[in-house]
């Protein structure tokens, strides 16, 4: 399975977002992961749809937007009509009978949906909504912040994933071109990374080390 590299905009430059993210979008990247944080659900506040609608124009590339906010249904829309490609939803946060009604009516759209977990969420949580999914994230740090140490004891539930569902994993959290190593072996195939990318000096061999992280 091909590995996709996922940079995420928290790492970037704010105050030149759009160069940020015209030049990320050479480096050989396969979509943009754009964190939503509420101060409820994680303990940190980032960006709105304002911010995704006005980075649309500047890639053609898919965005995923990771919802971590504490009623995501209430805002899922109005970041669709952002121009999200992607709208990835914390099974702590919505019931699978709801994230399966939500996939129906996203996939009707020809939006992809995706589903994650945190780090001490058990893997039985998600297990009525793979069919459902296009993605699984596992968060590999508690979200909330960037620049994260990876927390390793995830990896087992990586594993446990994949030997339940074959569609893309992806982690998120701490990831770098050694922690990218363990991930993919576990089973993952996209790494979602953002200070390992946008704090390299080359950031297309940065990508190209992730891609490469067998």
Sequence with gaps: ????VAPSILAADFAN???EVKDISRAGID????????????PNISIGPAVVNSLRPHTRLPLDVHLMIQEPLKYM????GAGADIITLHIETIKPQKFKQQAEKLHAKGIKIAVSLNPD??????????EA???????????????????????PKITEIRS??????AVDGGIDDKTARLAVKAGANV?????YIFKAKDRKKAVRKLKYAH
Excluded: C, E, N, W
């Design 77 to 80: 829309d109005r970041f669709i």
């Design 31 to 42: 979509f943009f992961h754009i964190d939503i944080m509420d101060g409820h659900f994680v």
């Design 17 to 19: 977002l759009a160069d």
């Design 121 to 130: 969420t058990p893997v039985s949580r998600i297990k009525g909504v793979l």
């Design 164 to 169: 339940l569902y074959s569609g893309d994993i």
């Design 1 to 4: 399975m091909d590995i996709k």
């Design 191 to 195: 790494l979602a990374a953002g200070t």
């Design 133 to 155: 999914a296009d993605m699984v994230l596992v968060m590999t740090v508690y979200p909330g912040f960037g620049g994260q140490k990876f927390i390793s004891s995830v990896l």
